[in-house]
Every structure is written in C-alpha cells, then in structure tokens.
Nanobody, 125 residues
Framework: QVQLVESGGGLVQAGGSLRLSCAAS????????MGWFRQASGKEREFVAGISWRGASTRYAESVKDRFTISRDNAKNAVYLQMNSLKHEDTAVYYC?????WGSGDLSPGSFDSWGQGTQVPVSS
C-alpha cells in the first residue's frame, strides 16, 4: 500500500504560477507511473498530467499542455506539477494518484489508485 500526500496549493492570481508536490510513503511509488487529476466544484474529476515511472514518458490534458509540467524524483519518492500561466478555469482541487497500468493508455480516474487527499488551487481572475 502506498500513501500519497499533496501539498503546494493555495490562492494565486491568474497568470501566476504554483508548484504542487506529491509525497509518497509506504510501498514506494518509484516503480509506478503517476498522475495528477483535478476536480472543480460540481464537475467530474479529470486527468491533468501523467508520468511514467522512469520519467521518460509524459501525458497532458490538452487544456494544460504547454502550461503545466509534470516531473518526478524517485530518490525522494515525489512527483511534482509545475503550473504556469494559471487561468481561472484551472481552479480545482488537485489530486495525485498511482497508475495501475500506464501502458494501457487509459487515463481515466478508474485506472489510478492510492489517491491523496487533494490540495486546493483557487485562481482569482
């Protein structure tokens, strides 16, 4: 079992930047692909970005491509999400999770597990 804890959220103005962190404990996440998801109020949870366990492969939602960057440091059991040029529509609770089968290409929430508790990112317009 792996436990994930997100941090780094907070109020930010549109156009600003934030870096989210996801710390893993227990059975380490280093052998698993990881992903970031977000859920805005009243909406379904959606995929934001994912990274393979070696970091060689990344995937992004179209809405965040060229603005967000996912990275990982397996030595620290951590995954990061650098968010630049934030927009009001990026406002959501952001979650990290472990991919069950990265190779399947399925990026739906059901293909991930070990969800963290989330960190809020309100973006003021």
């Amino acid at each position: 079992q792996v436990q994930l804890v997100e941090s780094g959220g907070g109020l930010v103005q549109a156009g600003g930047s934030l870096r989210l962190s996801c710390a893993a404990s227990g059975r380490t996440s280093s052998s698993f692909a990881m992903g970031w998801f977000r859920q805005a109020s009243g909406k379904e949870r959606e995929f934001v970005a994912g990274i393979s366990w070696r970091g060689a492969s990344t995937r992004y939602a179209e809405s965040v491509k060229d603005r967000f960057t996912i990275s990982r440091d397996n030595a620290k059991n951590a995954v990061y999400l650098q968010m630049n040029s934030l927009k009001h529509e990026d406002t959501a609770v952001y979650y990290c999770a472990r991919a069950r089968n990265w190779g399947s290409g399925d990026l739906s929430p059901g293909s991930f597990d070990s969800w963290g508790q989330g960190t809020q990112v309100p973006v003021s317009s």
